[in-house]
């Protein structure tokens, strides 16, 4: 089963930027897609922005992608989420998701299209 682990978050003041990581125990590196999903406490889990297993294609939530970076890093095996004007509606637990299909040009914020997640980390906006 492959592990997936997201590192990164904390406490930051609004307007701050913040970089959450995404890597998996696959030593070879992250070959699927990748999401990463943000949920509030007492709300859904909701997609950010997704990257493809070939790195040609991203998609962004209307309600981020002005503000919303996702990149693939293959030498350091990693995902990445800069995040820039934070907000107290960014708030929430961030998870990182991987598809097991391995390349491929589309990704899709869906919660039910990728197969191994990571436990969350902690973004809290607040000053």
């Known amino acids: 089963q492959l592990q997936v682990t997201e590192s990164g978050g904390g406490l930051v003041q609004p307007g701050e930027s913040l970089t959450l990581s995404c890597k998996s125990s696959?030593?070879?590196?992250?070959?699927?897609?990748v999401g990463w999903f943000r949920q509030a406490p007492g709300k859904e889990r909701d997609g950010i922005a997704c990257?493809?297993?070939?790195?040609?294609?991203?998609r962004y939530d209307d309600s981020v992608k002005d503000r919303v970076t996702i990149s693939r890093d293959d030498a350091k095996n990693t995902v990445t989420l800069r995040m820039d004007s934070l907000g107290p509606e960014d708030t929430g637990l961030y998870y990182c998701?991987?598809?097991?299909?391995?390349?491929?040009?589309?990704?899709?914020?869906?919660?039910?299209?990728?197969?191994?997640w990571g436990q969350g980390t902690q973004v809290t906006v607040s000053s």
């Open positions: 998701a991987v598809t097991d299909t391995g390349g491929g040009n589309y990704c899709w914020l869906s919660t039910a299209w990728f197969d191994h």
């Open positions: 696959d030593f070879t590196g992250i070959h699927g897609a």
């Open positions: 990257i493809s297993g070939n790195n040609e294609v991203t």
